[in-house]
């Protein structure tokens, strides 16, 4: 049972240009989280979707930042205009259905960096 | 809202030693309690999961407690080596969103 797999595991982008992250859950789950690790800091939670759903965004900058899990397919992080603040390890979870206390199953992460 | 410390921010030990590493949090409505290593520019390995209604959990070298009345977590490493160096995180899951300490940077000196 392969695990919680990302990619790309790194990214280089210019400012101004997008950045899509993607997310392949592990077999059988359906829930999908994002987490944030600016360098020299802790992990920062983002969004955490189902399927076709965004269930809690609270931790999602407001703007150019936007996630999809949809029906078919990995789940997607996607930035726009990115910046150098941007920068940053991108790491996705999973955990299985049913209630929210399940243990989230964390990818290897995707390094962003705006040059 | 949910906020977790861990102290020491770094330690630095001679191979061998015991150590304990510590973790608080503010809001004791929690899940579970997870410890992860994190290895420099890694991804997050997952070394023990406390769930809130127990109260230690054991791997190997590693023991983690948990006191959920008082917020507090210790990670303790018996017999510590060179290859135990890396950067420890302290997670909380309440609600649906795990809450991270900040970590702290152990060295091993052989």
């Known amino acids: 049972n392969a695990g919680v797999m990302q990619n790309p595991r790194h990214l280089v982008r210019r400012r101004g240009q997008e950045a899509r992250l993607r997310c392949s859950p592990m077999k059988g789950h359906s829930h999908v989280y994002w987490y944030r690790q600016l360098p020299e800091e802790g992990l920062k939670f983002m969004v955490y979707l189902q399927k076709e759903n965004i269930i809690d965004e609270s931790g999602m900058p407001k703007e150019r930042f936007s996630a999809e899990f949809p029906k078919e397919g990995p789940s997607i992080l996607r930035i726009q205009q990115v910046v150098r603040g941007d920068s940053a390890a991108y790491f996705c979870?999973?955990?299985?259905?049913?209630?929210?206390?399940?243990?989230?199953?964390f990818g290897p992460g995707t390094r962003l960096l705006v040059l | 809202k949910q906020e977790v410390t861990q102290i020491p921010a770094a330690l630095s030990v001679p191979e061998g030693e015991n150590l304990v590493l510590n973790c608080s949090f503010t809001d004791s409505a929690i899940y579970n309690l997870q410890w992860f290593r994190q290895d420099p520019g890694k991804g997050l390995t997952s070394l023990l999961l406390i769930q809130s209604s127990q109260r230690e959990q054991t791997s190997g070298r590693l023991n983690a407690s948990l006191d959920k009345s008082s917020g507090r977590s210790t990670l303790y490493i018996a017999a510590s080596q060179p290859g135990d160096s890396a950067t420890y995180l302290c997670a909380v899951l309440s609600g649906s969103r795990l809450t991270f300490g900040e970590g702290t940077q152990l060295t091993v000196n052989p």
């Open positions: 979870a999973s955990s299985p259905p049913g209630n929210e206390q399940e243990t989230q199953y």
